[in-house]
């Protein structure tokens, strides 16, 4: 009877500590189990991003580097930002409440273009009024007296398709024939020159004297035209 009553207690404590054993076990699996959820949920959701996927300040969400308010978004910094502008350098566009450019708005200059003998020359009217204003038409150029010289005649076909509206500090060109080349006897030498603007009523008050290019140029005032102002010489429009 002793030895079967030890043989019991033994097999009783051997029981309770298995029982005790398995529980254990059961428990270090259950916490296991809730662990690897725990990590698979939060395998799910990326650094920045919210529980439903979405980004709040970062990554690839709604708001994010790329969402709407992102760095490439609708109103993110690439996005905002046209890659190419139509605008021609030193334009703004007209919305018609740009004043005219005056005389005393712009510094007028001019070269010889290219070529021997010359016979055209590159007007360069310069916006130092420091505010914006739009060039009109063609220079009003007077190879002469200005009191009773006549107006060299404009090329109609190199008026631009929109107002020349120069930001500050901007520049406008003009190309003008002065003679057909070749030695003839209707040029004359000139060494300065007359430019005055339009304003938007016609001819404005004042005028910019121009000194000549360097050496002077011969003008034949019988053949004589210039072009419309304009951001930059086209080709064809701006050849005659």
């Avoid at 360069?124 to 914006?132: I, K, L």
Wanted: net charge neutral; with cysteine; glycine share 14%.
């Amino acid at each position: 009877m002793r030895t079967f009553r030890i043989r019991t207690t033994v097999l009783a404590a051997t029981t309770a500590a298995l029982a005790l054993a398995l529980t254990a076990c059961g428990g270090a699996d259950d916490a296991g189990t809730k662990d690897k959820k725990a990590a698979a949920s939060v395998s799910q959701v990326t650094p920045g991003t919210g529980q439903d996927g979405r980004t709040s300040t970062g990554g690839t969400g709604t708001t994010g580097g790329t969402g709407t308010s992102g760095g490439t978004g609708t109103s993110g910094g690439d996005a905002s930002s046209p890659a190419t502008s139509a605008a021609q350098p030193g334009s703004k566009k007209n919305d018609g409440r740009t004043p005219a450019c005056t005389a005393d708005d712009v510094k007028v200059s001019a070269v010889k273009q290219d070529g021997v003998p010359t016979t055209h020359i590159t007007l360069t009217a310069t916006n130092v009024s420091g505010r914006s204003c739009t060039l009109l038409q063609y220079p009003l150029i007077a190879f002469g007296d200005i009191q009773t010289a006549k107006d060299v005649p404009s090329v109609p076909k190199s008026k631009p398709g929109t107002p020349v509206v120069l930001s500050a500090g901007a520049p406008a060109y003009a190309a003008v024939r002065i003679n057909n080349g070749g030695v003839d006897e209707e040029n004359r030498a000139v060494t300065s020159f007359s430019v005055n603007l339009f304003a938007k009523d016609g001819p404005a008050e004042g005028s910019k004297v121009v000194e000549a290019p360097a050496g002077g140029i011969a003008v034949d005032d019988a053949v004589a035209r210039t072009g419309y102002w304009t951001h930059e010489l086209r080709n064809g429009a701006d050849e005659f």
